[in-house]
Protein backbone atom coordinates (compact mmCIF):
# COMPACT_ATOMS: atom_id res chain seq x y z
CA UNK A 1 0.00 0.00 0.00
CA UNK A 2 3.18 2.46 0.60
CA UNK A 3 3.84 2.38 -2.68
CA UNK A 4 0.57 3.44 -4.44
CA UNK A 5 0.00 6.08 -1.65
CA UNK A 6 3.71 7.75 -2.72
CA UNK A 7 2.25 7.36 -6.35
CA UNK A 8 -1.14 8.90 -5.42
CA UNK A 9 -0.02 12.04 -2.95
CA UNK A 10 3.24 12.59 -5.90
CA UNK A 11 0.65 13.28 -8.71
CA UNK A 12 -1.35 15.61 -6.33
CA UNK A 13 1.47 17.63 -4.78
CA UNK A 14 -0.22 20.64 -4.56
CA UNK A 15 -2.85 19.49 -2.09
CA UNK A 16 0.64 18.28 -0.37
CA UNK A 17 1.36 21.80 0.44
CA UNK A 18 -1.49 22.65 1.91
CA UNK A 19 -1.91 19.99 4.27
CA UNK A 20 -0.03 21.99 7.43
CA UNK A 21 -2.67 24.55 7.24
CA UNK A 22 -6.10 23.98 8.52
CA UNK A 23 -7.82 21.91 6.90
CA UNK A 24 -12.20 22.38 6.46
CA UNK A 25 -14.89 20.84 4.70
CA UNK A 26 -16.89 17.91 4.59
CA UNK A 27 -15.68 13.96 3.71
CA UNK A 28 -18.18 11.68 2.53
CA UNK A 29 -17.02 7.94 3.54
CA UNK A 30 -18.52 4.87 2.04
CA UNK A 31 -16.94 1.99 4.37
CA UNK A 32 -17.93 -1.99 4.56
CA UNK A 33 -20.12 -2.73 7.93
CA UNK A 34 -17.63 -4.65 9.39
CA UNK A 35 -15.48 -2.13 9.76
CA UNK A 36 -18.35 0.50 11.76
CA UNK A 37 -16.77 0.55 15.06
CA UNK A 38 -12.77 1.17 13.60
CA UNK A 39 -13.97 4.17 10.81
CA UNK A 40 -16.24 5.95 13.50
CA UNK A 41 -13.48 5.72 16.16
CA UNK A 42 -10.48 7.26 13.63
CA UNK A 43 -13.21 9.34 12.27
CA UNK A 44 -14.00 11.40 15.43
CA UNK A 45 -10.21 11.51 16.34
CA UNK A 46 -9.47 12.92 13.29
CA UNK A 47 -12.35 15.74 13.63
CA UNK A 48 -10.98 16.34 17.08
CA UNK A 49 -7.71 17.48 15.60
CA UNK A 50 -9.30 19.60 12.80
CA UNK A 51 -12.51 20.72 14.18
CA UNK A 52 -13.02 22.36 10.22
CA UNK A 53 -13.78 18.69 8.59
CA UNK A 54 -16.66 16.69 9.03
CA UNK A 55 -16.90 13.53 8.37
CA UNK A 56 -19.97 11.72 6.84
CA UNK A 57 -19.73 7.84 7.23
CA UNK A 58 -21.85 5.79 4.90
CA UNK A 59 -22.01 1.79 6.28
CA UNK A 60 -23.04 -1.43 4.32
CA UNK A 61 -22.10 -4.22 2.14
CA UNK A 62 -19.54 -2.99 -0.12
CA UNK A 63 -21.05 -4.45 -3.32
CA UNK A 64 -25.05 -1.89 -1.72
CA UNK A 65 -21.97 1.13 -1.94
CA UNK A 66 -20.17 0.46 -4.68
CA UNK A 67 -23.18 0.53 -6.60
CA UNK A 68 -24.44 3.64 -4.51
CA UNK A 69 -21.32 5.42 -5.76
CA UNK A 70 -22.02 4.47 -9.55
CA UNK A 71 -25.23 6.02 -9.20
CA UNK A 72 -23.72 9.20 -7.95
CA UNK A 73 -23.89 8.84 -4.25
CA UNK A 74 -21.43 11.43 -2.89
CA UNK A 75 -18.54 10.06 -1.89
CA UNK A 76 -14.69 10.84 -1.02
CA UNK A 77 -13.48 7.35 -0.16
CA UNK A 78 -14.38 3.80 -0.37
CA UNK A 79 -13.04 0.98 1.83
CA UNK A 80 -14.55 -2.36 0.48
CA UNK A 81 -14.06 -5.83 2.11
CA UNK A 82 -12.89 -6.99 -1.09
CA UNK A 83 -10.79 -6.20 -4.05
CA UNK A 84 -13.61 -7.27 -6.71
CA UNK A 85 -15.47 -3.96 -5.57
CA UNK A 86 -13.01 -1.73 -5.56
CA UNK A 87 -11.86 -3.24 -9.14
CA UNK A 88 -15.16 -2.50 -10.13
CA UNK A 89 -15.19 1.09 -9.27
CA UNK A 90 -11.84 1.01 -10.80
CA UNK A 91 -12.97 -0.14 -14.10
CA UNK A 92 -15.95 2.28 -14.13
CA UNK A 93 -13.32 5.53 -14.02
CA UNK A 94 -14.94 6.13 -10.56
CA UNK A 95 -11.75 5.47 -8.07
CA UNK A 96 -8.71 6.89 -8.52
CA UNK A 97 -6.80 3.86 -9.34
CA UNK A 98 -3.53 6.07 -8.09
CA UNK A 99 -4.99 5.86 -4.75
CA UNK A 100 -5.96 2.86 -3.55
CA UNK A 101 -4.03 0.38 -1.34
CA UNK A 102 -4.66 -2.06 1.45
CA UNK A 103 -6.15 -0.75 4.86
CA UNK A 104 -6.52 -3.89 6.63
CA UNK A 105 -6.84 -7.65 6.85
CA UNK A 106 -9.59 -10.47 8.46
CA UNK A 107 -10.68 -13.51 8.33
CA UNK A 108 -13.61 -15.64 8.69
CA UNK A 109 -14.81 -17.51 11.43
CA UNK A 110 -18.19 -19.52 11.99
CA UNK A 111 -20.04 -18.07 15.63
CA UNK A 112 -22.76 -19.56 17.62
CA UNK A 113 -24.06 -20.18 20.93
CA UNK A 114 -21.67 -21.75 23.18
CA UNK A 115 -22.87 -24.82 24.00
CA UNK A 116 -23.18 -25.73 20.02
CA UNK A 117 -20.89 -28.92 19.18
CA UNK A 118 -19.24 -27.63 16.16
CA UNK A 119 -15.71 -27.41 15.86
CA UNK A 120 -15.62 -27.56 11.44
CA UNK A 121 -16.86 -27.27 8.07
CA UNK A 122 -18.34 -30.52 8.30
CA UNK A 123 -19.95 -30.51 11.37
CA UNK A 124 -22.66 -27.66 9.78
CA UNK A 125 -24.97 -30.09 7.45
CA UNK A 126 -26.12 -31.50 11.45
CA UNK A 127 -27.58 -27.55 12.34
CA UNK A 128 -30.75 -25.85 11.23
CA UNK A 129 -30.36 -22.21 9.79
CA UNK A 130 -27.38 -20.80 9.15
CA UNK A 131 -27.29 -16.74 8.46
CA UNK A 132 -24.49 -15.97 5.66
CA UNK A 133 -24.26 -12.84 3.75
CA UNK A 134 -25.36 -12.54 0.28
CA UNK A 135 -22.86 -13.19 -1.97
CA UNK A 136 -23.92 -10.82 -5.10
CA UNK A 137 -23.49 -8.22 -2.62
CA UNK A 138 -22.00 -9.32 0.52
CA UNK A 139 -18.52 -10.17 0.46
CA UNK A 140 -18.19 -11.82 3.57
CA UNK A 141 -20.89 -14.33 2.32
CA UNK A 142 -19.22 -14.74 -0.89
CA UNK A 143 -15.82 -15.91 0.86
CA UNK A 144 -18.47 -18.15 3.05
CA UNK A 145 -19.74 -19.68 -0.28
CA UNK A 146 -16.58 -20.43 -1.67
CA UNK A 147 -15.27 -22.04 1.37
CA UNK A 148 -18.68 -24.19 1.66
CA UNK A 149 -17.85 -25.47 -2.11
CA UNK A 150 -14.39 -26.06 -1.26
CA UNK A 151 -15.05 -27.88 1.80
CA UNK A 152 -17.59 -30.01 -0.44
CA UNK A 153 -20.69 -29.13 1.94
CA UNK A 154 -22.61 -26.34 -0.41
CA UNK A 155 -25.44 -29.16 -1.57
CA UNK A 156 -26.15 -30.15 2.41
CA UNK A 157 -26.36 -26.42 2.92
CA UNK A 158 -28.04 -25.01 -0.02
CA UNK A 159 -31.74 -24.83 1.87
CA UNK A 160 -30.34 -23.86 5.61
CA UNK A 161 -28.54 -20.55 4.01
CA UNK A 162 -30.69 -17.43 5.46
CA UNK A 163 -29.57 -14.44 3.43
CA UNK A 164 -28.61 -11.21 5.02
CA UNK A 165 -28.16 -7.79 3.48
CA UNK A 166 -24.71 -7.05 5.24
CA UNK A 167 -22.13 -9.44 8.02
CA UNK A 168 -23.63 -7.43 10.83
CA UNK A 169 -26.84 -8.83 10.30
CA UNK A 170 -25.29 -12.31 9.92
CA UNK A 171 -24.47 -10.78 13.44
CA UNK A 172 -27.57 -10.13 14.61
CA UNK A 173 -29.21 -13.39 13.50
CA UNK A 174 -27.14 -15.37 15.62
CA UNK A 175 -26.73 -13.36 18.25
CA UNK A 176 -30.10 -13.15 18.94
CA UNK A 177 -30.56 -17.29 18.80
CA UNK A 178 -32.89 -16.85 15.31
CA UNK A 179 -30.38 -19.31 13.73
CA UNK A 180 -28.08 -21.75 14.40
CA UNK A 181 -24.86 -19.84 13.79
CA UNK A 182 -23.39 -17.53 11.37
CA UNK A 183 -20.28 -16.32 9.25
CA UNK A 184 -18.83 -13.34 10.16
CA UNK A 185 -15.74 -11.73 10.34
CA UNK A 186 -13.37 -12.34 13.46
CA UNK A 187 -13.96 -8.65 14.31
CA UNK A 188 -17.74 -8.72 14.26
CA UNK A 189 -17.71 -12.31 16.66
CA UNK A 190 -15.81 -10.25 19.25
CA UNK A 191 -18.56 -7.76 19.07
CA UNK A 192 -21.01 -10.53 20.04
CA UNK A 193 -22.77 -10.75 23.03
CA UNK A 194 -24.41 -14.21 23.14
CA UNK A 195 -22.17 -15.85 20.88
CA UNK A 196 -18.57 -16.84 20.45
CA UNK A 197 -16.24 -18.28 18.10
CA UNK A 198 -17.14 -21.49 17.30
CA UNK A 199 -14.25 -22.41 14.80
CA UNK A 200 -11.92 -20.49 12.37
CA UNK A 201 -12.67 -21.34 8.99
CA UNK A 202 -9.50 -23.08 7.23
CA UNK A 203 -7.40 -20.32 5.43
CA UNK A 204 -6.65 -22.50 2.15
CA UNK A 205 -10.71 -22.49 2.02
CA UNK A 206 -11.39 -19.21 1.33
CA UNK A 207 -9.17 -16.14 -0.26
CA UNK A 208 -7.64 -13.83 2.20
CA UNK A 209 -9.85 -10.96 3.18
CA UNK A 210 -8.71 -7.66 2.56
CA UNK A 211 -10.57 -4.46 2.94
CA UNK A 212 -8.53 -2.06 0.18
CA UNK A 213 -9.35 1.94 0.71
CA UNK A 214 -8.86 4.26 -2.74
CA UNK A 215 -10.12 7.50 -3.47
CA UNK A 216 -12.39 8.78 -5.96
CA UNK A 217 -11.85 10.47 -8.75
CA UNK A 218 -13.28 14.01 -7.27
CA UNK A 219 -11.90 13.14 -3.84
CA UNK A 220 -8.70 13.08 -4.79
CA UNK A 221 -9.07 16.87 -5.51
CA UNK A 222 -10.09 17.73 -1.75
CA UNK A 223 -7.48 18.39 0.72
CA UNK A 224 -9.07 17.22 3.55
CA UNK A 225 -9.83 13.86 1.97
CA UNK A 226 -6.34 13.44 1.59
CA UNK A 227 -5.63 14.80 4.91
CA UNK A 228 -7.91 11.78 6.33
CA UNK A 229 -6.83 9.62 3.95
CA UNK A 230 -3.25 9.92 5.24
CA UNK A 231 -4.42 9.77 8.77
CA UNK A 232 -5.97 6.07 8.19
CA UNK A 233 -2.92 5.01 7.64
CA UNK A 234 -0.91 6.03 10.05
CA UNK A 235 0.36 4.51 13.64
CA UNK A 236 -2.84 5.82 15.40
CA UNK A 237 -4.80 4.20 13.12
CA UNK A 238 -2.69 0.78 13.32
CA UNK A 239 -3.24 0.91 16.76
CA UNK A 240 -6.85 1.11 16.47
CA UNK A 241 -7.49 -1.59 14.07
CA UNK A 242 -5.48 -3.75 16.24
CA UNK A 243 -7.37 -3.29 18.76
CA UNK A 244 -10.93 -4.53 17.55
CA UNK A 245 -9.20 -7.60 16.14
CA UNK A 246 -7.61 -6.34 12.47
CA UNK A 247 -4.27 -6.66 10.82
CA UNK A 248 -2.45 -3.49 9.32
CA UNK A 249 0.39 -3.65 7.37
Not at 22 to 42: C, D, F, Q, T, W
Not at 74 to 101: H, R
Not at 216 to 237: D, I, P
Request: contains cysteine; aromatic residues 8%; positive net charge.
Amino acid sequence: MRKGITICFGVVVALLMVSSMAMAGEVNLSAAASLREVISELSDSFMKKHPGVKITKNFGASGVLARQIENGAPTDIFVSANQEWMDYLKGKGLVAAACVGTFAYNTLVFAGAPGKKVTSMQDLPALGRIAIGSPKSVPAGEYAMEALRKAGVDRQMAKKLVMAHDVRECLTYADRGEVDGAFVYRTDALQAQHVRILFAVPQELYAPVTYPMGLTVSGARKSEVQGFYRFLQSGEARAVLGKYGFTAN
